[in-house]
């Protein structure tokens, strides 16, 4: 039975004391830490960011916070989500893979997508990825755990593929890994210096 994300999902791991994972400290301090990075190397602010696998945009509210007028959209594969914030957060309906063909008439200075590529076969993965790197004119921020990691959560459907996988993967569409899970896009490479390179 496929997994559902539905309201008791996003209560349970985003909300229970119990059961949540992150707190809205650790978020803050994420979204502070991506936004000093995207904006190193762009040499200015960041002024739209497309959030895949966005969930509920938690992370809208602190980009706002920080950037204000900083344009937001959000893409979710929970018809939940899209139903009940769309409208209200800027979330649209889409899945990791069809990042392949959706294109949008700008590309974006910061690419968020968090907690979302371990639960995803290499196929969807894939095809998502070659989006991402096109669409991402700064940085693209891959929030990925492998199975040398133990980050606590949700466990059901979760992949343990290695950080190399990942890496390779990553380096197919011409990501630049930065540091902190934070990938350069392609269109950057010359501002990112050998030893940045990890």
């Known amino acids: 039975m496929p997994k559902t994300y539905d309201q008791a999902y996003f209560d349970k791991w985003y909300r229970s004391a119990e059961h949540a994972v992150r707190s809205p400290a650790e978020l803050r301090r994420k979204v502070a830490m991506v936004l000093g990075q995207a904006e190193f190397y762009l040499g200015r602010p960041v002024r739209n960011v497309l959030d895949v696998g966005c969930g509920e945009a938690p992370w809208r509210a602190e ?31 889409a899945r990791f893979g069809q990042l392949a063909e959706l294109r949008f008439d700008t590309r974006f200075d910061l690419i968020v997508c968090t907690d979302v590529l371990h639960y995803l076969k290499p196929a969807e993965i894939r095809a998502g990825l070659v989006g991402i790197g096109e669409m991402a004119e700064g940085l693209a921020f891959l929030e990925v755990y492998t199975r040398e ?50």
Do not use: K, M, N, T
């Open 63 to 93: 980009l706002r916070r920080l950037r204000p007028g900083i344009e937001y959209r959000g893409l979710e594969a929970s018809e939940y989500v899209v139903a009940r914030y769309g409208r209200s957060r800027h979330i649209g309906y």
């Open 149 to 198: 990691d133990d980050p606590g959560g949700d466990r059901e459907g979760f992949y343990g593929r290695s950080a190399r996988w990942y890496r390779e993967a990553f380096d197919e569409v011409g990501l630049i890994p930065v540091g902190s899970q934070c990938y350069a896009s392609p269109r950057l490479a010359r501002h990112v210096a050998s030893l940045e390179r990890l």
